[in-house]
Structure formats: structure tokens, C-alpha cells
T-cell receptor
Framework: GEDVEQSLFLSVREGDSSVINCTYT??????LYWYKQEPGAGLQLLTY?????DMKQDQRLTVLLNKKDKHLSLRIADTQTGDSAIYFC????????????FGTGTRLKVLA | DAMVIQNPRYQVTQFGKPVTLSCSQT?????MYWYQQKSSQAPKLLFH???????NEADTPDNFQSRRPNTSFCFLDIRSPGLGDAAMYLC???????????FGPGTRLTVL
């Protein structure tokens, strides 16, 4: 199957950590991505992880991948008001298919 | 800066009146994509071009067509827009054999 699921909403206080979760069903996924979408804008690639990795850190962002459970998470440290946006995870099934399966998106609201 | 550009950012059309959305890229990427994104939903792939080869998604309505006259430009034509076609339309590009997609800012289409 090709379903990628995310919780719809997350609210955190400024300075706290945010954790956005994603579950996927296709075990043949090669790359998994996190995109950020601000209101009225396109998608901005934040980070990605290859399926043979279990963790990737990039400044305030930490991606964790549990292949056994098909679970992906994005942790944002020291969350700022500018991080308020919708976050989409996406999987690409195999190189060259040129197709992403996007998650349903998580709306992150950061409270000052 | 290399980028993906979409024009116009906002487009208003009348029910049944053909409309064309434009995408250009300076990244020299082989693959160009068109997505439709309705409010609070994940982007939905309509079709993509690999160089000149057109690849339509099975559930893309016939009302949606695309043209790619050269590497840099790709157009989305909606022959007879209905109210249900009001959405954000996102263009993206990627290099062949690399999965990472780069998105433009989107065109928001309103159908009156």
C-alpha cells in the first residue's frame, strides 16, 4: 500500500522541542523527506534520510527512522515562532520512479 | 540563485474558461512535475515530464494537460476549469536519478 500518515496538529511553546511523527507502509522506500510549507507558499525541503540510516542530525533538526515499525520522526530543537508551518513527510519508493508519496501534513503552531 | 519560478502567483478564472499556468526553472533539471494541492491536503501528483517524455497519473482528469516546449519551461493547461479545480498548483523539478524535488512557490487558482 501507499499510505503515509501524520497527526494533523501539534502545538508547542517557544523554546521547547517539537516532535512530528510519520508512519508509512511501503517497506521498499529508499529516501524519506521532510518538507515545510508556510501559508500560501510552496514546499521547502528541510532534510531527508536514506533508508539504511536510522538517524540524521542537521543543526536544530533530528530525523529518526525506525524501519521495522515504518516510523519516521522529525525533532525540532528550540522551536521558534518562525517554525510555525505545515510539515509534510514524503517517501520515494525507489530511485527513478520520480514519484513521492506525501503524508497528510502536520500543522505546527508555536506559542510565544 | 538557481530556482523554480511559477507565474502568476495568483490566477482567477471563470468556470469553463481555459487557463494556463507557467513554470520555469534555472536548475537545468531533467524532470518537471505538476502537483495539485487543495486546502489542508497533501500535494497530489498530476503528471511529470522526464525530458520530453510525458507521464500522466492514472487518476488525473483529462481536463488537465501539460506542455514542455524546452528544458526550462513547463505549462499546465486546464481546458474547462470547474469549481472543484480551485487549488494551489505546485511545480517541482528534480535531476534524473536523484529523488530530491525542488518546489516553486505555487500558483493559487480561483474559479468563479
Amino acid at each position: 500500500g501507499e499510505d503515509v500518515e501524520q497527526s494533523l496538529f501539534l502545538s508547542v511553546r517557544e523554546g521547547d522541542s517539537s516532535v512530528i511523527n510519520c508512519t508509512y507502509t511501503d517497506s521498499s522506500s529508499t529516501y524519506l523527506y521532510w518538507y515545510k510549507q508556510e501559508p500560501g507558499a510552496g514546499l521547502q525541503l528541510l532534510t531527508y534520510i536514506f533508508s539504511n540510516m536510522d538517524m540524521k542530525q542537521d543543526q536544530r533538526l533530528t530525523v529518526l527512522l525506525n524501519k521495522k515499525d515504518k516510523h519516521l520522526s522529525l525533532r525540532i530543537a528550540d522551536t521558534q515562532t518562525g517554525d510555525s508551518a505545515i510539515y509534510f513527510c514524503a517517501e520515494s519508493i525507489k530511485p527513478g520512479t520520480y514519484k513521492y508519496i506525501f503524508g497528510t501534513g502536520t500543522r505546527l503552531k508555536v506559542l510565544a | 540563485d538557481a530556482m523554480v519560478i511559477q507565474n502568476p502567483r495568483y490566477q482567477v478564472t471563470q468556470f469553463g474558461k481555459p487557463v494556463t499556468l507557467s513554470c520555469s526553472q534555472t536548475l537545468n533539471h531533467n524532470v518537471m512535475y505538476w502537483y495539485q494541492q487543495k486546502s489542508s491536503q497533501a500535494p497530489k501528483l498530476l503528471f511529470h515530464y522526464y525530458d520530453k517524455d510525458f507521464n500522466n497519473e492514472a487518476d488525473t482528469p483529462d481536463n488537465f494537460q501539460s506542455r514542455r516546449p524546452n528544458t526550462s519551461f513547463c505549462f499546465l493547461d486546464i481546458r474547462s476549469p470547474g469549481l472543484g479545480d480551485a487549488a494551489m498548483y505546485l511545480c517541482a523539478t528534480s535531476r534524473a536519478h536523484y529523488n530530491e524535488q525542488f518546489f516553486g512557490p505555487g500558483t493559487r487558482l480561483t474559479v468563479l
